[in-house]
């Protein structure tokens, strides 16, 4: 059980073409769901935090603008990248938080989707 | 923002040794995990240590943690190729609900 998936695995877009990228639990429901960027051999960088039926939560640097998020599901979360730029290349991984998620903040990771932005 | 710091950066030994990873953090913590990343691959949780545990062992893996000091250690005993992999230690944000990451150490076991 506890499985995340994100699709697609990896996308090769032009620069000013805005990019989806989907993350679901399949097995549960999530309530919370969180994404993280990684560039090359660098560790995870969260970028924002989605709660189901309201507004995403960005961390700072992170433009809300640029990527929009949408959790319209217990158990779909959606990051678009829009106008994307070479920059924008990196692996974009999200993670679920059960609704059933105790104090030991238990989350599950989805497998990362590669963006490579030409 | 990072919390974590691994040390070393990068550590490459031989099949059959044990590997140590450590990691440092800034804040109180309920809990600390530990992560692999496989190069380009996705996060396998290895391990989760509460605040008031000291130690605690999975299969090959050993972990403590020590709160005074704010640093946390991963040991592999008997490492093996297949070990080869980016760790990360990763604790809760302020919010206690998203997880922020270390710099991650890169294992490289050779057979």
């Known amino acids: 059980g506890a499985v995340v998936s994100q699709h697609p695995s990896w996308v090769i877009c032009k620069s000013g073409t805005s990019v989806k990228i989907e993350c679901r639990s399949l097995?549960?429901?999530?309530?919370?769901m969180f994404w993280y960027r990684q560039f090359p051999k660098q560790s995870l960088m969260l970028m924002a935090t989605s709660n189901e039926g309201s507004k995403a939560t960005y961390e700072q640097g992170v433009e809300k603008d640029k990527f929009l998020i949408n959790h319209a599901s217990l158990t779909l979360s959606t990051l678009t990248v829009t106008s994307a730029h070479p920059e924008d290349s990196s692996f974009y991984i999200c993670?679920?938080?059960?609704?059933?998620?105790?104090?030991?903040?238990?989350?599950?990771f989805g497998p990362g989707t590669r963006l490579t932005v030409l | 923002s990072q919390q974590g710091e691994e040390d070393p950066q990068a550590l490459s030994i031989q099949e059959g040794e044990n590997a140590t990873m450590n990691c440092s953090y800034k804040t109180s913590i309920n809990n600390l995990q530990w992560y692999r990343q496989n190069s380009g691959r996705g996060l396998v949780h290895l391990i989760l240590i509460r605040s008031n545990e000291r130690e605690k062992h999975s299969g090959r893996l050993r972990v403590t943690l020590d709160t005074s000091k704010k640093s946390s250690s991963l040991l592999i005993t008997a490492s093996r190729a297949a070990d080869t992999a980016s760790y990360f230690c990763a604790t809760a944000n302020q919010a206690g609900t998203a997880l922020i990451f270390g710099k991650g150490t890169t294992l490289s076991v050779s057979s």
């Open positions: 097995d549960f429901q999530a309530t919370t």
């Open positions: 993670s679920a938080r059960p609704r059933t998620s105790g104090p030991l903040n238990e989350q599950f």
